[in-house]
């Protein structure tokens, strides 16, 4: 498949329209709905009135360069659009049509970018797994009786199928970065503030951060280009001079100095997720790297601090879903109480994790359990932060090289114990906490055959960054790409399993 940057190329010189590029990717993305459920929603229509507009730009020549000009993408559907619905894989939402567009999709539009569906995530983007949407799990297209990681899944399924070279997702604690490495794509998480959350259904306010899924760095490089920037529509988008994040990309980082963290490399790690990791230091190690062991120590107090912080954030931000101010209003008989409705409609509208998550989340905020949990969670993120600028600053390194995930996909029902689940992030929620940028990229498979007859499945690592960062991470990333050279679009698809 083309990359988001030859796509544009050819549109804007005349070399293929916008509609004939937009028509092959419905096309596409309709197999790959039927074969890995990627899309809650395919905007078939408004995407080729889209695919026309940008075919009468391009044809002035007066009008200014659109750099996505044609380019077919995915928005993961907890990002508001003013076309089709904005269901955020919830029965809560399921007929909900936003009056408007997300800050980061009407910059993507204005780019010239098309998109032509809203991808499945797990359920208010909580989940790992993309298994918890309430319209059915998104497959893994490398195999389809396994799961493409989570919340994002179903952007990710989309890239890998081949669909569309880039999509968006949003990372509160992995959610880009995981299911990048299952699915063998990029992924970046920016640096908190650095692209606006204006028009994110939020989870996690603090946490929350919109980036791009890709084929390649290049065109995650491009779209990080369009949709990042200072928002006046969102408080917490950060002021800062614009800067291209595309200029230098293929210009390698001179005196390279990358930390390993020791507790990335643990024994519970799938063997070709270690074996990829080694890898990858041994590239950077003959492109002239230096590489450094540093600690995270607060590592594996990551998840505890993180489910205490993030549910106790979503038991508020989900409050206002009561059937009343907005979601699914319940039929209740007249004489019922509001408590009633209130109870009804959120039992009816929201699924098990999203409840166990509200749950959680108010319990830690409960009188008498605010200092012991939630304050506690807050003191253990703090030292997160601290660690994580000890490894960078202290050490010396420009960045830190450690797995996405500890393993490649799983079988989708495999993992029914929450806590197993949640520990697919172990690698990823530090990062959030922190509000630091990362880059997952696609740095192996593994053996394939192996493993209940599977084909191979990819794995990827992620470099993580001081904030504000991420030019120098993508440079990093592409030295490592580019050295690899690893396919990033899933074999034909099998059927997938009953």
């Known amino acids: 498949m083309a990359s988001a940057i030859e796509m544009a190329g050819e549109v804007r010189a005349h070399r293929g329209g916008a509609v004939d590029r937009i028509t092959a990717a419905l096309a596409a993305a309709r197999v790959t709905n039927r074969l890995c459920g990627a899309y809650i929603e395919l905007l078939e229509e408004d995407a080729v009135e889209q695919a ?5 730009i391009v044809r002035d020549p007066a009008a200014p360069d659109l750099p996505l000009a044609g380019v077919p993408v995915g928005i993961k559907d907890n990002i508001c659009l003013d076309r089709g619905r904005t269901t955020c894989g919830s029965r809560m939402l399921e007929n ?4 408007f567009s997300a800050t980061v999709a009407r910059r993507l539009m204005e780019a010239g970018a098309v998109v032509i569906g809203k991808t499945n995530l797990d359920e208010f983007a909580m989940g790992s797994s993309t ?11 490398w195999d389809p009786s396994r799961v493409p990681g989570g919340s994002s899944g179903g952007s990710a399924a989309a890239v890998a199928a081949g669909d569309i070279p880039v999509a968006l997702g949003s990372d509160t604690g992995g959610s880009i970065r995981q299911p990048a490495s299952l699915c063998g794509v990029v992924g970046v998480k920016p640096t908190y503030g650095r692209v606006s959350r204006y028009g994110l259904v939020a989870y996690a306010s603090s946490l929350d951060q919109v980036g791009p899924m890709a084929g390649c760095v290049a065109d995650a490089a491009l779209v990080l ?4 920037g200072e928002d006046g529509l969102d408080s917490t988008s950060a002021s800062r001079p614009g800067e291209s994040f595309t200029a230098d990309l293929e210009r390698p980082v001179d005196g390279l100095v990358i930390g390993v963290p020791r507790e990335g490399r643990s024994l519970s790690n799938h063997p070709a997720v270690a074996s990829a990791l ?4 041994e590239v950077y190690r003959s492109l002239g790297a230096t590489i450094v062991e540093v600690g995270l120590p607060m590592t594996d107090h990551g998840i505890a601090a993180y489910y205490v912080v993030a549910c106790a954030e979503a038991s508020s931000n989900l409050a206002r879903f009561d059937g009343v101010r907005y979601g699914r209003r319940a039929e209740v008989d007249p004489g019922n109480s509001i408590v009633d409705l209130y109870r009804r409609s959120r039992s009816e509208g929201f699924g098990a994790e999203v409840k166990r998550r509200i749950l959680l989340g108010t319990h830690v905020l409960s009188s008498g359990y605010y200092d012991a949990y939630y304050l506690t969670a807050l003191r ?4 997160i932060k601290e660690d994580f600028d000890r490894a960078l600053g202290g050490s010396g390194c420009h960045v830190l090289l450690m797995p996405a995930a500890p393993g490649p996909a799983f079988v989708i029902g495999e993992k029914t114990d929450p806590l197993a689940l949640y520990m697919e992030d172990v690698y990823t929620v530090g990062v959030n ?18 493993e209940r007859g599977t084909a191979r499945l990819p794995v990827g690592v992620q470099l993580i960054g001081p904030a504000w960062s991420e030019a120098r991470l993508l440079r990093v990333a592409r030295m490592l790409e580019r050295e690899l050279n690893l396919p990033t679009v899933a074999p034909a698809m099998a059927s997938p399993t009953p």
């Open 380 to 383: 253990a993120r703090r030292r």
């Open 96 to 99: 909900y049509r936003s009056a």
């Open 278 to 281: 080694e890898r990858a230091v």
């Open 52 to 56: 026309r507009r940008v075919d009468r």
């Open 225 to 228: 280009d369009v949709i990042s």
């Open 433 to 450: 906490l922190a509000g630091l940028p990362a880059v997952t990229i696609p740095a192996g498979f593994t053996q394939g055959g192996t």
């Open 131 to 141: 298994e918890h949407s309430a319209f059915g799990p998104t497959r893994n297209p």
